[in-house]
């Protein structure tokens, strides 16, 4: 029974060393890259719902909200006086509406459905089939100039300018890969933005259609320094 | 507990009004035993045996005295010793090896000194004592420090209480369950139902014990999950004093000076302690927070005093006062420009007096009072503007009368019982009604030994709240000692909580951790504001419409077995089961989601919540000089009511499941159901303290493992499963070292926190390594 207290205590600091070191569970870390900003799981309307007999939800129309790059600040629009008072105004970035809100304003006063419509900014976006890390260039403007972009949301095809495909048979939104859209903001600053998910925790791939949604995951790099350079990795 | 104790010849000595008490120490094998530490109380005068194994007190007062001489891998003595005018009394002692904590120091006939009449070794509820020297070998600082490497006893960053304050998990539940005391009176001060154990310096420390499960017979409402008695030094037979001095990694510096001293032919005795303790804080968020801490930096004044007088002989007064003074104040940068700066003011008053009297041999009485302030002062400013984001002025104050009797009743039976009351007030600039709450109570307890193997225990609490109303609550358990290495304990008790005024009313934010927490009452309209001020990002209205005012106080009952087996004199065994059924626990749950992703939580009652578990600690002495001990606790801590709506498919608990990681949903089980938020499945830990004679210094090396357990609802589902937030479980290795000097007057430290480094955003509190040395110096006349 003559077990050395060395030899004990050796064992011991072993299966501690072996227990110390940790994994890192943080969800958004692939989607990470230093300057970009990701927003997870920022919540839409989840009261409304489009069909009658959705449990805890109401049949109603989408309350659309905007949303602004600078410091992430979420606006509501639930009535007349939030729209009088947010829409017409730079006070914004890009507006989520529609359905679950899926489809996507950048804030510009010239089109008709924009939610910034006679309002006091003016922004362009083109939509790039690239992936988010490979766009480090914004293009010139005359593509932002004759960018037929408008509402970004539900693409019927492949060629349409949407971020998900949308089957009316599983009712489940499906995020495209490799698409981002390149901003051309108000004040004349370049920025890029790729919508990733709809559901809650941002999963690959859904398939049932009560996943707790609308809770939007994106990201977004603004190049503050007002040149075309969008790369985002140091 | 009486060992070979030979008193040899006595020898004159000069003074009339003192003696002498010097001894030698022997170990089992009858060989001389140098560096065993001897006590004698209540003088708590410490000395260790020099190379020798001797050990000499002289010119003590006369008296009846405990002496007790412990070393580590033996059985600590305890005995019984007289002191005669003019003589010098002589010891000879033999120690057995075995475990060396201090279990039951039995006094009888004795003053009792810790200013309580009740017995917490007689509650039916499992005991914990933490001896002083234990702490000091620890090299812990404050009291949080100390508990949480105890068996089944984890600090967790509660919601509610912020980045600054620590609360206590024992047995699954939470800090606003267990009471804590000092000598017998609750302390105040809890902001958001949390108490800051991290204001608690142990320099004063006698002696900690832990009660877990519910004793709301001993100790009222707030102890549904245990209660922790801290107590503190108690007079002085010969003057006596300290100096003690720490410092190391960032820059925590901790400085004590104490000082006691009987008066007037030891009439009466005066104490004072002051102390020091400032440090930096500690960012566990280096990525998003760029500069500022999660722990944060603060500085801490404390001063104690404590004074005896024995007006007859058979009364005697304490005074106590104790004043604690904590300044904070922490800067944290997010990236993105914008700078909050969070300061935290905390006063702490405690005053109290206590008459105790004997009116015969077997009546005895105490009456105490006691007043306690605690103000705090906090502020959170956004830096660029100046602007206020949350200001928040808490003072809480509390009058506490209590008169208590011991009665013995020939030698089988003991009776204690009391009366008392208490008034509270609380204003807060953030409460939108202030309040005052009065109480009344009474109890009676008595302990039978009703053979020379069983003890029984019974009590009774009758408390009366002025807006919950009363409640009666008993308590009773039992102790058999099988034989003479195997005793069983068992008790069963209930409890009762009343929400307080914080559950109800206070909306609380908490810049660390960017929550805010709102009272129940105020929920709907607070709500509204937010969304008005367009703060609010998404409301689970769902849960909106179950809550919404009508908290319900909380009903629990305990039951404890435990179990202490000692198959060798170097084996010490203890094993224990505990079952907690708690009917309406308050509980936060997430209700909202602000902007910025601030998370808005508020209070709801769980139905039917189960705290169960069951703990083992295991000490033994394998070589001479070692002394090794491990602890495991597992607890399962549910709220029932859910895993029925799982079962019954009631809404929301039949939606499916969804994995994030996957994107797959399925039907879920009641056995998906994990488990409720912030307790651990499994928590173990492992201490070894060796006596390196060659060199004559103590160390100690122990280490904690917390098992993962729950953060929030990560999947929207309204309970917690295995793909929802996990906080990964985690060690914590901690060791010290000391060496004492110049016939035992000074003593060198090195005491090493968290040797691993380990941090976690998700655990704002816990800093990385902190290395501290210090220097001790014990001044007394050998």
Redesign the interface.
């Known amino acids: ?5 060395k030899n ?2 050796f064992h ?1 600091v072993i299966l ?2 072996a ?2 070191c ?2 890192d ?1 943080n ?1 958004a870390a692939e989607l990470q890259d230093g300057k970009s900003t990701v927003i ?1 799981d ?3 309307d ?2 409304a719902a489009m069909s009658e007999n959705t ?2 939800k109401v049949k109603r129309p989408f309350n659309i909200f905007l949303f602004r790059f600078k ?6 629009i639930r009535n007349a006086a939030d729209s009088a008072k947010y829409l017409k105004t730079s006070e914004w970035d890009i507006a989520f509406t529609g359905p679950y809100n899926s489809e996507i304003y950048v804030n510009d006063k010239s089109y008709p459905y924009n939610p910034g419509y006679g309002g006091a900014a003016e922004s362009a976006v083109v939509l790039l089939h690239q992936a988010y890390e490979r766009v480090v260039m914004a293009p010139a403007d005359s593509e932002f100039d004759n960018s037929d972009i408008t509402k970004i949301g539900w693409a019927a095809s492949e060629s349409s300018g949407g971020w998900f495909f949308y089957s009316l048979s599983s009712h489940i939104m499906q995020a495209i890969p490799n698409r981002t859209y390149v901003l051309r903001l108000p004040d004349g600053k370049y920025a890029k933005l790729q919508l990733l998910n709809a559901y ?9 259609l ?3 949604a609308p809770y939007l995951t994106f990201r977004y790099y603004v190049q503050q320094d007002g040149s075309r350079n969008l790369s985002a990795t140091d | 507990m009486i060992f070979m104790l030979t008193i040899l010849a006595q020898i004159p000595s000069t003074g009339q009004t003192r003696g002498g008490l010097k001894g030698l120490v022997l170990d089992d094998q009858g060989k001389t035993l140098p560096g065993a530490t001897v006590g004698l109380e209540p003088d708590r005068h410490l000395m260790e045996t020099d190379q020798r194994g001797e050990f000499i007190f002289s010119k003590i007062y006369t008296g009846i005295y405990t002496v007790s001489v412990s070393m580590i891998g033996y059985k600590t003595f305890t005995g019984k010793i007289s002191i005669s005018p003019g003589t010098v009394t002589n010891l000879k002692l033999k120690l057995e090896r075995g475990e060396s904590e201090l279990d039951e120091v039995v006094i009888s006939g004795t003053r009792s000194a810790t200013g309580n009449l009740l017995k917490a070794e007689r509650s039916a509820m499992p005991l914990t004592v933490i001896s002083r020297r234990t702490i000091e070998l620890m090299g812990s600082r404050r009291l949080d420090e100390v508990l949480k490497e105890q068996t089944g006893v984890s600090i967790v960053s509660n919601i509610g209480g912020g980045a600054r304050s620590v609360g206590l998990q024992m047995q699954g539940f939470g800090s606003e369950y267990i009471m804590i005391l000092i000598d017998g009176q609750p302390m105040v001060g809890r902001n958001s139902g949390n108490f800051d154990l991290s204001r608690i310096s142990v320099s004063n420390i006698e002696r900690i014990e832990i009660i877990k499960g519910a004793s709301s017979c001993l100790f009222g409402s707030d102890a549904l999950g245990g209660a922790v008695n801290i107590i503190t030094r108690h007079g002085a037979t010969q003057p006596q004093g300290l100096a003690a001095f720490n410092y190391g990694s960032l820059n925590i510096t901790d400085a004590s000076l104490e000082g006691e001293t009987p008066f007037l032919s030891q009439r009466g005795s005066a104490g004072i302690s002051a102390n020091y303790y400032r440090t930096d804080g500690f960012n566990t968020n280096p990525r998003y927070i760029q500069s500022g801490t999660t722990a944060p930096p603060y500085d801490n004044y404390a001063l104690q005093g404590r004074f005896r007088y024995r007006l007859s002989k058979n009364s005697s007064l304490n005074l106590g006062a104790r004043y604690g003074l904590r300044k904070s104040f922490m800067a944290k940068d997010f990236g993105l420009g914008i700078i909050s700066g969070d300061s935290q003011d905390e006063k702490d008053l405690n005053l109290s007096a206590s008459l105790d009297h004997s009116f015969r041999p077997g009546l005895r009485s105490m009456s105490r009072y006691y007043f306690t302030y605690f103000s705090s002062d906090q502020s959170v400013a956004w830096q660029q503007s100046n602007t206020v984001v949350s200001g928040d002025i808490f003072k809480q104050r509390l009058h506490r009368f209590e008169q208590q009797f011991a009665y013995a009743a020939g030698r089988q039976l003991k009776l204690t019982g009391g009366l008392g009351g208490s008034l509270e007030t609380m204003n807060d600039a953030s409460l939108t009604d202030a309040g005052t709450l009065s109480t009344f109570f009474s109890y009676v307890q008595g302990d039978w030994q009703l053979s020379k193997k069983l003890g029984a225990m019974g009590g009774l609490r009758y408390d009366r709240n002025n807006s919950y109303g009363s409640s009666v609550n008993p308590g009773f358990g039992m102790q058999y000692q099988v034989n003479t290495r195997l005793s069983i304990k068992a008790g069963a008790g209930t409890g009762f909580k009343a929400p307080d005024f914080r559950t109800m009313y206070l909306v609380f934010y908490n810049p660390a951790a960017n929550y805010l927490v709102v009272g129940n009452e105020v929920l709907a309209e607070t709500l509204e504001e937010l969304q008005e001020g367009g703060q609010i990002s998404e409301i689970r209205q769902y849960l909106l419409g179950q809550l919404g005012g009508n908290l319900k106080a909380e009903r629990s009952t305990s039951f404890n077995t435990g179990m202490v087996w000692q198959p060798a004199s170097a084996v010490k065994l203890e094993a224990g089961l505990f079952y907690h059924r708690l009917r309406n626990q308050i509980n936060s749950v997430q209700v909202a989601t602000g902007s910025n992703n601030r998370n808005i939580y508020t209070y709801q009652n769980l139905p039917r919540a189960v705290n169960k578990g069951i703990d083992v600690s295991l000490v033994l002495s394998p070589v001479k000089d070692l002394e090794v001990s491990a602890g495991y606790q597992y607890l399962e801590a549910k709220d029932l009511s859910i895993q029925d709506s799982i079962h019954a498919g009631n809404w929301p608990y039949n939606q499916n499941i969804h994995d994030p990681e996957t994107g797959s949903s399925y039907t879920p089980k009641p056995s998906d159901y994990w488990g409720i938020e912030n307790r651990s499945r499994h928590m173990f830990n492992l201490r070894a303290f060796y006596f390196y004679r060659p060199w004559n210094i103590n160390l100690n090396i122990r280490a904690n493992y917390r098992g993962k357990y729950p953060f929030g609802d990560r999947n929207g589902n309204q309970f917690i499963d295995r793909y929802d937030t996990f906080v990964s479980g985690y060690f914590l290795v901690n060791a010290a070292l000391e060496k004492k000097f110049f016939n035992q007057h000074l003593s060198l430290r090195l005491t090493a926190d968290n040797l691993m480094n380990y941090t976690d955003m998700l655990m704002p509190g816990q800093p990385g390594r902190v290395i501290l040395a210090g220097i001790t110096y014990r001044i007394y006349r050998d």
Do not use: R
């Open positions: 029974m003559k077990m050395s207290s004990l205590l011991l501690l060393l227990g110390a940790k994994k569970e969800p997870l920022l919540a839409g989840t009261e449990p805890g410091d992430q600040k979420q606006i509501w809650k925790g941002n999963p690959p791939s859904v398939t049932d009560n996943w707790p």
